[in-house]
């Protein structure tokens, strides 16, 4: 294909596919990724990194209680000290900005900021204030989420977020931390990838709280996006100059063949995976094909929530990894069909840049209104080992520069994207999969916390270095 991404990069530096050093990452004269305003960060979440999960009044959350079952969690790892993170948040930070990163995305634990009562808990909120106060120091800029999938556990035993009141009380979260942060956020994501949390937890039962019900998912979906729709405007009030938006992961489905019924199948995946976040965020109702993939699912909507859960964003994170091949499943539906013979990461997904570069100008087209976009999460994982204290992650270098080349083709194809965050600044728990799966561009070894910085975050900070030298 003419324009496929990975391609257009190695023809401008072949060298770079490599994954050398030595061929620094020059991408075009003309490549977007050379604007110093175009944010260049990394990501990570609170469960994910922080351990100290009895500290300081932090109550148990949903994924406390989900990786302590046996099964769930791969070799039963949990998130109980994962990286330390909350003890060792000021030499983190350090590496981050001594890599030359512009940008951190992080999140906060709701299960550490207030109790049962919904009453602040200073020590906790402290803990975030410190650590936002310092990304200010450093002149980073600052992206919080306030939900990254660790609800609290007295609310999932309230019914989660099948319980239409936890919209609510996430409203209330929404205030008080924008009530205690602000000045210190430059942009808000009210939650990420709703459709992890709806379908991964309610919808097949992989994620905490494990529950198996596609009606589950549905209505859990329209709760996360109803706590999404009251908080923006809370976070506006509270925080004026900050940016508000949500973070959703976009899924490309690809179809199996020619055949009419396969190409339907490719349009419901994404209409599943796509659609069904931001049709409601974009377009204030929900896509109808979604109830011919799943009849009998329609979530109970109350009038006036559609209003509410499209009010204008600010921006919109995208998150994206992977495609899925599909074809038709013979009835209402698709089923996965892997292709052989692609290039795939330690998680089995394919690499394909070529997907996010699609799926962006697809929405441009689909949606009159979409806001400015960052990409909030991209990366990949692989089984890095640590040698003479390097780590040679040369798929990853390949694969973020390929990703990269992506985003650039979708600027000039008219899409406004004003930022990339890694994923992940470390790594770190892999949710359902541990810590066997490792996403960071700095190798976290569990034993002993050491951080060894990878090749690809050393090649990151060099590119860094020569746009703030060529500004
Ligand atoms: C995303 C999650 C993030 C991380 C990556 C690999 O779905 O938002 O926490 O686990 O996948």
């Known amino acids: ?161 099948l319980n239409r009141d936890t919209a609510y009380r996430f409203a209330d979260y929404a205030d008080l ?37 596609d009606r589950f998912a549905t209505q859990a979906m329209h709760h996360l996006l109803l706590a999404h729709g009251l908080a923006v405007p809370v976070l506006r009030v509270n925080d004026p100059a900050s940016q508000k938006g949500i973070v959703a992961n976009i899924g490309r489905g690809t179809p199996n063949s020619d055949s009419a019924a396969d190409q339907r199948a490719a349009h419901l995946f994404e209409v599943q995976h796509n659609a069904w976040i931001l049709d409601p965020l974009l377009k204030g109702a929900y896509p109808q094909d979604l109830f011919e993939l799943w009849p009998g699912t329609e979530p109970l909507v109350l009038d006036g929530d559609m209003q509410t859960i499209s009010a204008p964003l600010d921006f919109l994170g995208i998150n994206y990894y992977f495609r899925t091949n599909v074809a038709s499943d013979g009835a209402h539906g698709f089923r996965d069909v892997p292709l052989e013979g692609v290039e795939r990461t330690q998680m089995g997904w394919e690499v394909y840049p070529d997907g996010l570069r699609d799926l962006l100008t697809g929405f441009k087209r689909t949606y009159h209104n979409l806001p400015p976009i960052y990409i909030t999460e991209n990366g990949m994982a692989s089984d890095d080992q640590v040698t003479d204290g390097h780590v040679d992650d040369t798929q990853r270098i390949s694969f973020l520069k390929r990703h990269l080349a992506a985003v650039d083709q979708a600027i000039k194809a008219g899409v406004d994207i004003r ?49 703030k030298a060529r500004a």
């Open 177 to 213: 931390m924008s009530r205690e942060l602000a000045g210190t956020v430059d942009a808000w994501a009210t939650l990420n990838e709703p459709w992890c949390s709806a379908y991964l937890g309610y919808g097949n039962g992989h994620h905490a709280p494990g529950l198996a019900n």
């Open 419 to 467: 930022g990339y965050f890694l994923w992940s600044l470390m790594d770190n728990f892999e949710w359902a999969f541990g810590y066997e799966r490792r996403f960071g561009v700095v190798h976290v070894d569990y034993s002993t916390q050491k951080r060894t910085v990878k090749r690809s975050a050393e090649w990151v900070a060099k590119f860094l270095k020569e746009r």
């Open 1 to 161: 294909m003419a324009n496929d991404a990975s391609a257009v990069f190695d023809t401008l530096s072949p060298a770079v596919s490599k994954g050398s050093l030595a061929d620094p990452f020059t991408p075009p004269v003309d490549s977007s990724l050379w604007r110093k305003n175009f944010l260049l960060g990394a990501a990570t979440a609170s469960y994910q990194i922080e351990g100290a999960v009895d500290e300081d009044g932090r109550l148990p959350s949903i994924w406390d209680t989900f990786s302590a079952k046996p099964g769930k969690v791969l070799a039963g790892d949990t998130g109980a000290v994962a990286c330390d993170h909350y003890h060792r948040w000021e030499a983190d930070i350090e590496m981050l900005a001594s890599l030359g990163l512009e940008g951190y995305r992080l999140s906060i634990a709701w299960p550490r900021v207030m109790d049962t009562a919904g009453v602040p808990n200073r020590k906790g909120l402290d803990f975030y204030k410190r650590l936002l106060n310092r990304l200010k120091e450093k002149d980073i800029t600052t992206f919080v989420t306030l939900y990254h999938w660790d609800l609290p556990q007295h609310l999932e035993d309230r019914g989660g977020w």
